[in-house]
């Protein structure tokens, strides 16, 4: 039972890690305030929905696919919002969130609030198989596993992949950008190209972060994506530290140990409040951290902004 | 690209060529109303004149909340800079304060009273535990927003903890009408829709005459200069807090006596539509955040003859992107330096 | 020197807010010349550089460069074509190495691009060797080559000035625009800078246009001075000729709103 509830906590954590390494590109990065991301990540997620259930794709397709759509969504948010004032950005990305949340809320293409249901089967088949191999290990009752180790993989692949990345010319850009973009354009870079660029991978890190919510809740409703959660991701950046792809995965970890935590504290509260606890630390973990250690725990001072 | 260095580099010399107050060309305000006149004709003919009328007083009372509640979103922005996340969630607590001072006995109008004053008191404190460290430490933009979006969730899920996520009302009488000829008007609604709009004009005569409000107006237009004529700024500071908190309870107060029953969450959505006004009014013009909130409200009520009236938060959500990309000055707002 | 000219601006006109701050200035930069741009203050001068690198559109007029018309095109395409700036309050890079901030302006990168980069990662890596080749060597040069490792943002006014200076010349550009390169630093590391500059001209033909207020430096080092008053350019020529002409004096000492001169 134990054991089972931290698979879960290493779940989540595996899974916003994805999401805050997108996060991480654009904050970061690139000095992009990317509000928008659970939009994006509701976007990928809805995609694979969709095309597996209304479309018959493969599951194993649809994945591909949604985060090409995410990215294209990214392509037109970017395209019409980035040349905006970095407030202005990011004000206009929490609306776009709020649309789609409001989209898929409303719309009947999505569902509404019933949502989509019934897309796993391939999934389940493969996490099937795996158990049946774990279960040499004696480790086959623990359902989750498989997408625990699956999600790390990814969480870890991914994560050294944007490490590698951010250490070429290319990664330069972006943080040159960060730091001063007019300087930048001064020098010859096309500033528009590579923040869409950074936009867009942080839209298919959503969108496969968004696949595994989907593997996990194994049914899509709007709330599950509600742009708050973009917010959660910003906790995990801020506790693990900016300017750190390391920081992301140590970030997540302790965020979500400590967030699912609070549901082992046994204090007479109704699930009601409990769900409220544990949004109300969120708030305070934002606040006291850019108070207190705003580069984060891994963070590097001298790659915050701190300028007013 | 868009933005010139020379912008960056010279707020202040950008502020300068902004000092006198935005709404200075009654000539927009004339096109706005004639558009808004345009429309409500064209939509008369489309729909018919009943509907359209009664979309057209339910946008007022939209308006008059999305209005007030704007002012302090617009004073925080344009005094401090700071895009205030939290703000929504301020009309909330002056919701649910309300109900706590009905609970504890108070008569309902005494209750809204208190949580006004409530609120107001509760946006002090914010400034002097979150705010004032911060802008002593120079946080920057991200430390700012991330902590305004903290603050938001600390006091949206308080709420919930002590109150619940059910739906809730205020307790008043939500059935009651008035018959205006063809037109009806829930008795709470028409009380909102004159409190809104006195509290709009008393308001805007404040901003216009009284001290205070003169000086917060200075501020927003231009801090250095208004820092430099020997202004108090923290006084200053602390008063926008106070006024912001106070028509925020206000605002929450009117969003829930007009919408009649809510839940907590009701602040983040409503806080889109805050944003769509402040912008379309110029951030930082007290007066364009008032006229801003009515555009919104109407346009939000006038979707309603087209569209699901499920789709109204969207419309909001539509007009805040297109005044970003299309008009980020705001109607009443000139164009800067080098944009 | 030939008097073929790398840069010509005819009739800018840019306004802001009603405020006009280049109205129809006109004037070329001869090619592998240092020209200065000088004027009193609001002549114009910060704006036009902004115009010239393509941060403000000018609302009409025509700039070309190097023959080609760059009237409105966007900064990162004119730094392409080889015209560079630097700004009057020095912008490096605070959260990047020294090295860094070098290597980022090196032209034709393929490791800056996510395609080439994946492609072909060899010839990237080969390609930023030789960027870091050239960009210590330029750091050398700017006596800067001992901070390379440290993080922009811990160097003095002076040095930052430098690192701009010397990012400006990695990008391999044939004109260098320059705002006030000796303002901020000691006199005697400013004349190190204009060294600099005098034997890049000497050795690469680069071109420079640079505003500058101190008059002896100006009257030493430029070739060429182009004059700025109120938005338009009055007076254009070598030093000599410059000294001589009454309209630039009384510019100077606030006489009456002189003619434009052909």
Redesign the interface.
């Known amino acids: 039972m134990s054991v089972d509830f931290w698979i879960n906590v290493g779940v989540l954590a595996g899974i916003y890690g994805i999401f805050t390494l997108g996060l991480q590109l654009n904050a970061g990065f690139t000095g992009l305030l990317n509000f928008g991301q659970a939009g994006f990540m509701a976007i990928g997620a809805y995609s694979i929905g969709i095309l597996v259930v209304d479309h018959g794709w493969s599951l194993w397709l649809a994945l591909p696919a949604a985060v090409l759509l995410a990215c294209l969504a990214s392509v037109v948010v970017g395209i019409s919002s980035l040349r905006l004032r970095s407030d202005h950005f990011a004000i206009a990305t929490i609306a776009f969130a709020e649309i789609v949340r409001y989209t898929l809320q409303n719309a009947a293409f999505s569902g509404g609030n019933q949502g989509i249901l019934g897309f796993d089967d391939e999934w389940r088949a493969a996490s099937g198989w795996m158990l049946s191999k774990l279960g040499a290990f004696g480790l086959g009752g623990y359902t989750q596993l498989p997408l625990l180790l699956v999600v790390w993989l990814s969480f870890v692949a991914l994560l050294l992949a944007l490490q590698g990345l951010q250490r070429t010319g290319w990664g330069r850009v972006l943080r040159a950008i960060r730091e001063d973009e007019d300087a930048t354009a001064a020098l010859g870079k096309n500033v528009l190209s590579y923040k869409l660029q950074s936009l867009g991978l942080a839209a298919a890190l959503a969108a496969i972060a968004g696949f595994f919510v989907a593997l996990n809740v194994t049914y899509l409703y709007p709330t599950v994506f509600d742009p708050t959660f973009t917010f959660f991701g910003y906790a995990i950046l801020v506790l693990g530290g900016f300017a750190s792809y390391g920081g992301v995965a140590i970030g997540s970890l302790v965020f979500w140990a400590l967030l699912e935590g609070t549901r082992l504290i046994d204090a007479s509260l109704s699930a009601g409040q409990q769900a409220s606890l544990r949004f109300i630390i969120v708030g305070l973990f934002l606040l006291l951290l850019s108070r207190l250690r705003p580069q984060g725990l891994l963070g590097n001072v001298n790659e915050m902004k701190v300028r007013p | 690209m868009s933005a010139t260095p020379t912008v960056r580099a010279s707020a202040a010399e950008d502020d300068a060529s902004a000092v006198r107050s935005r709404l200075a060309s009654p000539s927009r305000l004339t096109v706005l109303v004639a558009v808004m006149a345009v429309v409500f004709c064209l939509l008369a003919a489309l729909f018919g004149l009943v509907p359209t009328a009664q979309a057209t007083i339910n946008g007022f009372v939209a308006g008059s909340y999305t209005g007030l509640g704007a002012i302090g979103l617009t004073l925080v922005l344009g005094i401090l800079k700071l895009v205030n996340f939290a703000h929504g969630d301020l009309l909330v607590a002056g919701a649910y304060f309300t109900i706590l001072f009905a609970w504890l006995g108070l008569p309902l109008p005494l209750a809204m009273l208190g949580a006004m004053v409530a609120t107001a008191a509760l946006a002090l404190v914010t400034e002097k535990i979150v705010w004032q460290p911060l802008r002593q430490a120079k946080a920057g933009t991200l430390q700012l927003f991330l902590s305004a979006i903290g603050l938001g969730l600390v006091i949206r899920f308080s709420v919930q903890f002590f109150a619940g996520s059910q739906v809730r009302t205020l307790g008043a009488n939500v059935v009651d009408s008035i018959a205006l000829g063809p037109l009806r008007l829930g008795t709470l609604q028409a009380v909102a829709l004159l409190v809104g709009l006195a509290a709009m004009l008393l308001v805007g005569l404040a901003l216009r005459f009284t001290g205070i409000g003169k000086e917060m107006r200075a501020f927003a237009d231009n801090r250095a200069l208004a820092e430099v004529s020997g202004i108090d700024t923290q006084h200053v500071i602390n008063m926008t807090w106070i006024v912001s908190g106070f028509l925020a309870g206000l605002a929450g107060i009117l969003y829930a006596t007009a919408i009649g029953s809510f839940n907590p969450n009701f602040g983040l959505t409503l806080l889109l539509s805050l944003f769509a006004a402040t912008v379309l009014g110029g951030i930082g013009n007290a007066y364009g955040a008032l006229v801003g909130g009515l555009v919104i409200g109407l346009s939000q009520e006038w979707s309603t003859l087209m569209f699901n009236a499920r789709w109204k938060p969207a419309v909001g959500f539509a007009l805040l992107i297109l005044m970003l990309l299309f008009m980020p000055q705001g109607i009443f707002g000139r164009k800067k330096r080098g944009s | 020197m030939t008097a073929e000219p790398i840069l010509e601006v005819a009739n800018a006109v840019k306004s802001?807010?009603g405020?006009t701050a280049v109205a129809g200035a006109s004037f070329t930069v001869e090619k592998g010349s240092i020209t200065a741009l000088i004027g009193p203050n609001g002549a114009g001068k910060?704006?036009m550089f902004?115009l010239l690198?393509?941060?403000?559109k000018p609302d009409s007029g025509a700039i070309r460069f190097a023959g080609q018309p760059i009237t409105g095109k966007?900064?990162?395409r004119i730094?392409?074509l080889g015209l560079?700036?630097?700004?009057?309050?020095t912008?490096?890079?605070?959260?990047?190495s020294v090295i860094?901030?070098m290597?980022?302006?090196?032209?034709r990168?393929?490791?800056?691009?996510?395609y080439s980069?994946l492609t072909a990662p060899r010839h990237?890596n080969a390609a930023?060797d030789k960027a870091r080749d050239a960009a210590l060597s330029l750091l050398e040069t700017f006596g800067l080559r001992s901070k390379a490792a440290d993080?922009a943002?811990a160097l003095s006014g002076g040095q930052r000035k430098l690192l701009e200076i010397a990012?400006?010349l990695m990008?391999e550009p044939s004109m260098v625009l320059l705002d006030e390169p000796m303002a901020g630093v000691n006199p005697t590391l400013g004349h190190t800078i204009l060294d600099h500059i005098a034997s890049l001209r000497q050795s690469n033909g680069t071109s420079f246009l640079f505003v500058e207020h101190d008059m002896d430096v100006v009257m030493n080092r430029a070739d060429r001075i182009v004059v700025m008053a109120q938005g338009r350019v009055i007076s254009m020529g070598t030093p000599e000729q410059i000294r001589a002409d009454a309209a630039v004096i009384e510019a100077y000492l606030g006489g009456p709103a002189p003619e434009a001169k052909p």
């Open positions: 802001f807010d405020l910060t704006t902004d690198s393509g941060f403000a966007a900064p990162h730094a392409r560079v700036r630097t700004f009057q309050l912008r490096v890079l605070a959260g990047m860094d901030n290597l980022l302006a090196a032209p990168q393929p490791g800056q691009h996510l980069l990237a930023e993080y943002g990012r400006a990008t």
